[in-house]
């Protein structure tokens, strides 16, 4: 079992570029999430998938950000047009199709800096 | 809807004294919920998970929580505290209805600090 993995672990980049996120989730997950963590909260959900469909957004998920998974195994998040308050810890879990008592795997994140 | 409430950002004890992380959620089904911890520069890792089989639940590094349903509570404890429990824990609620199932809605985070 090797985990949830996520890459880059850190990127830096200016105001108005584009960056893009992957995460391989654990192989027999089939169920992947992603979560926005800032400086002194929670983890908030975005995004999640059951395979390659998405299946919910959340509110915070600008018309900028978009997630995919294509063949249902990694997933990227990409952002466009970045924004300063685009700053944050960008988590993927994964779980099996166990729905609300499925336990969720988190990779080590994708730290944001925009400039 | 589901939310919780953590109380207390910060909370510093001493090596082998008692630790006590309060929560306290909302929901208006019976909920399912979730302790996490997260070390420095790292994921979340579950500590522990209540899905209405025990009210007691046990669960790794020694912790263990209790769901109170009449106090809408799941606090977080440990008997002695060690210096390798320093991190942020995190309460969480899994979201059940309105088309969702399974993303959690995480509390703000308890910072603990552990004094030799």
């Known amino acids: 079992d090797t985990g949830v993995s996520q890459d880059p672990r850190h990127k830096i980049t200016k105001r108005g570029q584009n960056v893009t996120f992957r995460c391989d989730p654990i192989s027999e997950h089939n169920r992947l999430y992603w979560y926005r963590q800032t400086l002194g909260q929670g983890p908030e959900f975005l995004t999640y998938?059951?395979?390659?469909?998405?299946?919910?957004k959340s509110r915070l998920l600008s018309d900028r950000f978009s997630a995919e998974r294509p063949k249902g195994s990694f997933s990227t998040l990409e952002i466009q047009r970045t924004e300063q308050g685009d700053s944050a810890m960008y988590l993927c879990?994964?779980?099996?199709?166990?729905?609300?008592?499925?336990?969720?795997?988190f990779g080590p994140g994708t730290r944001l800096t925009v400039t | 809807a589901q939310s919780v409430t953590q109380l207390g950002s910060h909370v510093s004890v001493s090596e082998g004294a008692l630790v006590l992380l309060r929560c306290n959620y909302s929901s208006s089904v019976p909920p399912y919920l979730f302790w996490y911890v997260q070390y420095p520069n790292q994921g979340l890792q579950l500590l522990l998970k209540y899905t209405s089989a025990a009210t007691l639940v046990k669960g790794i590094n020694g912790f263990e929580a209790e769901f109170k349903k009449s106090e809408t509570s799941f606090h977080l404890t440990k008997p002695s505290a060690h210096m390798s429990d320093a991190a942020e824990y995190f309460c969480a609620v899994s979201v059940i209805g309105g088309g969702s199932q399974g993303n959690l809605i995480f509390g703000k985070g308890t910072k603990l600090s552990v004094k030799p």
């Open positions: 879990a994964s779980s099996l199709n166990q729905g609300a008592l499925g336990e969720q795997y």
């Open positions: 998938f059951q395979n390659e469909a998405q299946l919910e």
